[in-house]
């Protein structure tokens, strides 16, 4: 029976440490403000707030014009969480974000659930190198992703509990679980497959289904509610949202056609796979080789050398033109490898080959590689704890009963979920992010930690670890405080803009272009944002003589409004400008590179008066 125990009781050692944990975890998020979807979210719980059983009931401007809010996608479960944090606190953002608290409970207790199943041991520093690594430290928001992931991992992690005692109570609650977390993000979908995968697997298909199928009927019976209340299922409007690309390229593609151009669209998100993985992957490069047997000494300069990538990435600012005019695409766009190639693309490029090298060795000596006969004790011990299935004698085996044992189904069935992972990925991705790694980068970190728990014997290699765990805690503070300064950026430049012009002319009239954290503020500091006419039969906005007009730089994501020289002119640039050489917004966010050189000022927001009346149109777009 496993040993993984259930119990929140803070007065064990074991259970304050996880609290402590998760606490870092929310706090550190607690302080920075809202960034990015934050401000769709934001809409959306303010809504539910005001009107619970029509979450879709508005029209929301996001993009470039006001949008039927069943339009942007943001389903339910997070924006009906956080409206209770409005009901209680009101509209404030660091108690917004620790209401956050349980999600954060959730995701430390599944990931310590898991390494303490699969990599026994372990489990404090590969939990502590996952939770403040750069994939998870500045990714948790008020965004959909980790809150998504917590209750996915928390359903696996409650289902093998179910699968070793067989109680169809506890495959309920893992049901429940994995359908809350495909109602928080729709990559939640991945959390039933698994454990349907792992009652395959183990023999336990009665309680496995079980939990799918409540998984299944707590997903569609939301998606009715929603379809009573707004004539449209979200899911489904989204899902046929979804292919935008193959009915813009090709209208008419159906059948074998359609699946094909759909398979090399999403092949487009390889490229950007390798350079994400690179910039947030070095720990579990170190992971890998530690786990692999390297020495001491090279494990410590392998940490070093990967260190020192970072280093260059942010004091070097080179740049090389290339265009590779022959590899075009079948969907008729720009040649597939064209423009700037800098350091970044240089060094995470080559840290994301370095990424699959090492991980597709673990896999190797994890499927192919035999094990010693010391090693026979170390898996007799630990069978019990992973699946819960009786002691084996491994010499006793033989070759081909060996491949079938329940301890190396463990191995196939981790294998098999890094696959699911990266299929997810390529099938559930719209655009490249961070967070549309979370599952591999967990579930790689399981299979490298497992190899490890088997090879590192010793004290002294076991601690080696700790130097990866090191590596990852050391990247995701630099990640998080290069995140927080960017968000604080937009901020200050949404609010900057406003004194500025309020100090002039305290009932101004002000317009401004903007997207994401700037769009919040700057609708909180009292602006209105441009929409512009012509298209989609939208009225569009007519600026008045007198007005004035916000626009930031090209750094920032913004609705593209070409300013008229004729109808305006320049007043002031306000600069929000400091020494740090790194960004992550936007391609933390949404692009291939996750951590860029920065140079120049940090934000750069151009105020004009308007001195003609002026209806922008999309004609206009740069």
Known sequence: MPTVPLSLDLRRPHVRHLAVLAVLFTLLNAVKPLQIDDSAYYCFARQISQDPLHPYGFDMF???????????????????????????????????????????ILFVWSLDALFRRFARGLETPLLWMTVLSPTFLPSLNLMLDVPALALALTGIVVFFRAAARDSLLLAVGAGIFAGLAAQTKYTGFLAPAVILLYGLMFRRILVGAAAFAVAALLFVSWELF???????????????????????????????????????AKADNAGPLLTILGAICPPLILLNLIALGVRRSYAIAAGIILALGFVCVAVMDERFFIELTAMQSYLDREPAVSGLLTIDHLVYGFYGLLTLGTAGCVLW???????????????????????????????????????????????????????????????????????????????????????????????????????????????????????????????????????????????????????WGFQHYAERAGMIPVIPGGIQRVEGSRLRKGDWFVKPDWRLNQQMVRVSKWHTEPVEDRVTADHLPLRTVQGYYGGRIPLEHHSGPRVTVSIFRVTEDWSPWVETWE
Not at 68 to 87: G, K, R, T, V
């Open 226 to 264: 929603i379809i009573q209340q707004h004539g449209q299922s979200h899911f489904l409007y989204h899902l046929h949202d979804s292919d935008w690309i193959v009915r813009e390229h090709h209208p008419n593609a159906a059948g074998l056609e359609y699946i094909w151009v759909r398979i090399v």
């Open 62 to 104: 996001w993009y470039t014009w006001p949008h039927p809010a069943n339009e942007i996608l943001a389903p339910p479960l997070l924006p009906y969480w956080w409206s209770i944090a409005l009901h209680l606190f009101g509209d404030h953002t660091f108690l917004s974000k620790l209401w956050l608290a349980p999600f954060s």
């Open 365 to 515: 000596y994890l499927c192919v590689r035999g094990e010693d006969e010391e090693y026979s004790v170390v898996l007799a011990e630990s069978l019990e704890t992973s699946v819960g299935a009786p002691l084996l004698t491994v010499e006793a085996e033989s070759s081909w009963r060996w491949l079938l044992s329940p301890f190396r189904r463990i191995d196939y069935f981790l294998i098999v979920w890094l696959l699911l992972e990266v299929m997810g990925y390529f099938a559930l991705t719209p655009f490249p992010a961070v967070r549309r790694v979370f599952g591999v980068v967990v579930v790689g970190t399981l299979l490298a930690g497992r190899l490890a728990s088997r090879r590192c014997r010793s004290a002294e290699q076991r601690r080696l670890v700790w130097l990866a765990g090191a590596l990852s805690i050391g990247l995701g503070l630099l990640f998080w405080s290069v995140d927080t300064n960017d968000a604080y950026a937009e901020k200050r430049a949404a609010e900057d803009a406003a004194e500025f012009i309020r100090a002039r002319e305290p009932d101004a009239t002000i317009w401004y272009v903007g997207h």
